[in-house]
């Protein structure tokens, strides 16, 4: 079965300074790998997916995700953080064999807290 | 684009009614809905999976009797909890499948007394 990790329950960033939210996965062969960010009485807004090809993906709000392989990683950069960052993050995994279809696992989830 | 709405935003019952709660894809068909189930400070749990004009797929320890739900049309899945208990309160969000990414509607707070 597979599985995501986001080992990071709480991270604080001050304004301006760069971020990483980690994500890891348990998975037979490469899945798919999304990023979503949950604000409050929002619902989940997709921020970047990686089906194949380029590893480095670009997402929205500036936001962008390597994944690598070797280390079942699929981590969320962002060079600046701003204050409208503040949120709920979430890495997610799909069943390749589903062709997207299917339903994702999401990770436990990192809030990310902003200081002035 | 890819908007999903969820209808109510927030629902209190009593113990023993029946809640329905209501997924719409606003600007685009889904075939393929899913409904999640989301506790505090947890991850989205998959409950099941809703395809238009078949049965739903129910996850593994999710009572299809007790989470009923129906996919009429190529926009709208609703989740029906039946018997509401206080064990089911919890924040419920739907998704609709696009090309290939889900869209998530913004969620429903059920809280049964």
């Known amino acids: 079965a597979q599985s995501v990790t986001q080992p990071d329950i709480h991270i604080t960033v001050s304004e301006g300074a760069s971020l990483e939210l980690r994500c890891n996965y348990s998975?037979?062969?490469?899945?798919?790998l999304f990023w979503y960010v949950q604000s409050p009485g929002q619902g989940l807004q997709l921020l970047l997916k990686y089906f194949s090809g380029d590893t480095l993906v670009q997402g929205i709000k500036g936001f962008e995700a390597e994944f690598k392989r070797s280390q079942s990683s699929f981590n969320l950069r962002k060079p600046s953080v701003h204050w409208s960052d503040a949120a709920e993050y979430f890495c997610a995994v799909g069943d390749v064999s589903g062709g997207g279809a299917d339903g994702l696992t999401f990770g436990k989830g990192t809030h990310l807290i902003i200081q002035p | 684009g890819a908007v999903v709405s969820q209808h109510p935003s927030r629902v209190i019952c009593k113990s023993g009614t029946s809640v329905k709660i209501e997924c719409r894809s606003l600007d685009f068909q889904a075939t393929t809905m899913f409904w999640y189930r989301q506790f505090p400070k947890k991850s989205l749990m998959l409950m099941a999976t809703?395809?238009?004009?078949?049965?739903?797929?129910?996850e593994q320890g999710v009572e299809k009797d007790k989470f009923l739900i129906n996919h009429a049309s190529l926009t709208l899945s609703t989740l029906t909890v039946t018997s509401a208990h206080p064990e089911d309160s919890s924040f419920y969000i739907c998704?609709?499948?696009?090309?290939?990414?889900?869209?998530f509607g913004p969620g429903t707070r059920l809280t049964v007394l």
């Open positions: 809703s395809n238009e004009g078949s049965k739903a797929t129910y």
């Open positions: 998704s609709a499948l696009g090309t290939d990414t889900q869209y």
């Open positions: 998975y037979g062969a490469t899945p798919y």
